[in-house]
């Protein structure tokens, strides 16, 4: 029988790039595939998909078969245009072929494995859930105990997560034999091979179900609001989170819950700043305070501390004070809270003020001024 052309066979024009080559053939290979195709030529177009495939997207080939036909495509490797393994290792490769075992088989021949490699009757852990969660800074810095409501899977409790209405309406699946799988052995490019898939009969849990529950309708679970109190440890920061064990989905097949993992968002602080268990904040101080020293009540998270100013003190001066800061996760022991000083210099002053600011700066010793030293510097 005289072979079509192979533009034809993917339809495509012979200017096509090897783009819409593979893309073409990629459409036709799931259509024509001899597990899910119900035609019944399909092995034969398969493999006549493959061929051309092979030719038109190795560019020697291609330009062969643009130049000689058919002849001069299988000149390239064995009989039929396959090229043996070569035709799979080139443009269109393992990796082609692979997509499509991968579509069909579960993940490159594995058939009737669920993600993860699980067979559908083993048990299986429930997926976990994230949320986030927005606190004030005080929450954060003391810890606080706050109840959220989420969407969970959980254990149907009509049934006890059987799936069926009595014990009794639960038997082992008869093709499989309760393994959840069956093996099969199919005519592929690559020879005979066997595969193992999930059984059609009982969808890979190996056993059947009669009468399924009416409220859950055979799942064993069911989605429900559920309200969890979430205990938020002293010290957590912005972006950090914790893990609740048991607060996620429910598992399949008598597995355990998932975890539910909670991000936090934390407010700012009108004051203090936070680095990492350290508390940054100003205080503003007048020339007079600064000048001459001075006691100034300060106000921490933990309540008010007396903060002393010596005299004489400078602009932006940083002062520490211990153990006032944020308490460290699960440690009895607390960051520091640095305060800086901050100069205020006033808009306007009274006529008495500026009389004894004059003079003031009367008696002022500007002998060693700043303005001396910026003079020196440039002379």
């Known amino acids: 029988m ?17 783009q819409d080559i593979k893309k073409a053939y990629r459409k036709l290979a799931r259509k024509y595939h001899p597990d899910v195709s119900q035609e019944e030529d399909a092995e034969t177009k398969f493999k006549e998909v493959q061929e051309a495939y092979d030719a038109l997207s190795d560019e020697q080939k291609r330009a062969a078969y643009d130049r000689f036909g058919h002849e001069g495509a299988q000149g390239f490797g064995g009989a039929g245009g396959f090229g043996g393994f070569e035709g799979f290792g080139g443009a269109g490769g393992f990796g082609d072929i692979g997509d499509i075992f991968e579509q069909f088989f579960g993940g490159g021949g594995g058939g009737g494995f669920s993600s993860g490699g699980r067979r559908g009757n083993q048990a299986a852990q429930g997926e976990s859930i994230r949320i986030q969660m927005t606190i004030s800074f005080e929450e954060a810095a003391f810890g606080a105990t706050k109840e959220v409501s989420i969407n969970r899977d959980e254990e149907c409790t009509r049934c006890g997560g059987l799936g069926a209405k009595s014990k009794d309406d639960i038997s082992t699946c008869n093709r499989c034999n309760g393994r959840g799988v069956i093996n099969q052995v199919q005519q592929t490019l690559l020879g005979r091979m066997q595969t193992q898939t999930a059984c059609p009969d009982c969808n890979g849990k190996g056993k059947v179900i ?88 300060i106000q921490t998270l933990k309540g008010k501390v007396k903060l002393k100013v010596p005299a004489g003190t400078q602009p932006n001066t940083e002062f520490r004070i211990p153990n006032k800061g944020i308490k460290y996760v699960n440690r009895e022991s607390y960051g520091d809270l640095y305060i800086r000083v901050k100069l205020i210099v006033p808009k306007k002053v009274t006529q ?15 002998s060693d001024s700043i303005w001396d030293k910026v003079r020196g510097i440039f002379k």
């Open 210 to 297: 009669k009468d399924k529950c009416p409220e859950c309708r055979g799942r064993g679970i069911n989605s429900k609001t559920a309200k969890i109190k979430i205990k938020i440890p002293a010290g957590i920061d912005d972006g950090q989170q914790i893990r609740i064990r048991g607060k996620g989905n429910a598992g399949l097949n008598g597995g355990p819950s998932g975890d539910l993992y909670v991000y936090f968002n934390v407010k700012k602080h009108k004051f203090y700043t936070r680095e990492g268990f350290d508390l940054h904040g100003e205080i503003p101080v007048t020339f007079s305070q600064a000048t001459l020293g001075d006691e100034i009540e």
């Open 2 to 18: 005289s072979k079509r052309d192979y533009y034809d066979v993917l339809g495509v024009s012979k200017d096509a790039s090897g």
């Open 352 to 366: 008495k003020q500026q009389e004894l600011l004059q003079e003031f700066s009367e008696l002022e010793d500007k």
